[in-house]
């Protein structure tokens, strides 16, 4: 066998002359570095460490220490002992081309893992954390000396579960990779924004109306047929608002029962359509408040709530706020948000909110957040609309447009 060769020569300009660089130990040999979670500067020195004294090829002769430093930070990776690599399964080279030889030196390079530590906080740290273990130690001596059975169990216990700092140094990589995965498919707020615009259960919408009136369409609120059902001719005959209330589906709304006695005391034609819209509005009302859950399934109930309305009403109801006759708390905030968006459709898109959670027995930030989720600005009357409704305060909500839903809200909410 003839003498391994330590060059590779093809007899050709064209082709690269290759040549492993032998290992010398006054030189130290290139290595591959990782830096899991941050990036030093470009220009940051490193130094390579190794043990003194041991016999050339040995495993320890191999072991090396590799540090780098800056005024804030340190690096530091070793490729032994628990800081080490585990399971490489391959080897690296780094290699060096020469244009003027058309020559490429190679060698072996070792991968190694840097871990970074702040001065400040290590520092900070340890002299915290010394002080702490003392104080801990001092009171598990005094409780396993002379504390209870029931005491010394617990500061055993404690002792086995305790979790050191250093112990997690280890799996701080790890935790960067972990932490990337969990936060890979969170939604940006721009997405989130648009689920929740899509998740409202809103009427149908035009994020490009130009005025309020073209914004909802209230055909998907109801239809002209359910409109026309409405008996309104007996309504328009009385003149109390007695044989008002006795004709609606719920009596007890004072905002139903001011507009509609204004209609009948006016003088001229009647506005058929807000009239019927106002009794669509009671029986919504009496839908939201006197229909249970648990009368759902039974239409007979139902009806009677409701005054008994045609069957279209009924089946409309039905199909737009239960799921296989069911109420949910969705469903529930769907009655609202369709009614109140009715609301503001015969009050010329502006309304005093207040008198409605009462006719509704709403609490009062449940009525203005369903207005703003509606695309509202609720802001406070003025005088003179307060002296209009006879009342000394009052809020108002007015649809705005373009049409913006309320933003998106991230953390923790401080009070």
């Given amino acids: 066998m003839g003498k391994r060769k330590n060059s590779v020569d093809i007899s050709s300009s064209r082709h690269v002359k290759v040549e492993i660089v032998e290992r ?38 191999e072991q090396r220490i590799i540090t780098g ?81 029931k005491a010394k169990q617990q ?22 990779t972990e932490i990337g995965k969990a936060t890979a498919n969170i939604p940006t707020k721009e997405e989130m924004k648009l689920s929740m615009e899509t998740a409202l259960p809103v009427p149908k919408y035009d994020l490009n109306a130009e005025s309020p009136d073209e914004v909802y369409d209230l055909s998907s609120v109801v239809t002209d047929e359910e409109l026309q059902s409405m008996n309104y001719k007996e309504l328009l005959k009385e003149t109390s608002l007695e044989g008002v209330q006795n004709l609606l589906a719920y009596q007890n709304s004072k905002f139903v029962n001011d507009r509609l006695m204004a209609i009948l005391g006016s003088s001229g034609k009647k506005d058929r359509k807000r009239v019927r819209t106002l009794m669509y ?22 009806e009677a709530a409701l005054k008994s309305p045609s069957s279209v009403v009924i089946d409309g109801l039905t199909e737009r706020y239960t799921e296989s ?4 708390p969705v469903m529930s905030d769907k009655i609202l948000l369709y009614m109140f968006t ?52 009052a809020k108002k909500a007015t649809l705005v447009v373009p049409l913006k839903f309320p933003e998106v809200r991230r953390g923790i909410s401080r009070r």
């Fill in 342 to 393: 009715l609301i503001l459709s015969v009050s010329g898109y502006s309304v005093l909110i207040d008198q409605i959670g009462k006719d509704l027995l709403l609490k009062p930030n449940k009525v203005v957040s369903l207005f703003r989720s509606l695309g509202c600005k609720v802001d406070k009357a003025s005088a003179e609309e307060c002296r209009e409704f006879n009342v000394k305060l």
């Fill in 155 to 176: 500061l055993k216990s404690d002792e086995r579960n305790l979790v050191k700092g250093e112990d997690l140094e280890n799996e701080l990589d790890n935790l960067h």
């Fill in 281 to 302: 509005i009671s029986i919504l009302m009496s839908y939201y408040v006197r229909v249970r859950p648990s009368d759902l399934k039974n239409r007979r109930k139902v």
């Fill in 24 to 61: 010398k130990d006054q030189v130290e040999s290139p290595y591959l570095a990782t830096f899991p979670g941050t990036k030093p500067s470009s220009d940051m020195n490193f130094t390579a460490y190794k043990r003194h004294g041991e016999k050339v090829n040995s495993k320890r002769s």
């Fill in 325 to 328: 006759n069911v109420r949910t």
């Fill in 69 to 149: 430093e800056t005024d804030k930070v340190a690096f530091h990776a070793t490729n032994f002992g628990s800081d080490a690599i585990k399971n490489v399964q391959c080897k690296y080279i780094v290699g060096v081309y020469s244009k003027k030889n058309n020559s490429l030196s190679i060698a072996n390079a070792p991968i190694m893992k840097m871990t970074r530590s702040v001065k400040a906080l290590s520092s900070d740290i340890a002299s915290s954390t010394s002080r702490t273990t003392q104080g801990q130690i001092a009171r598990a001596s005094l409780g396993l000396a002379f504390g209870t059975a």
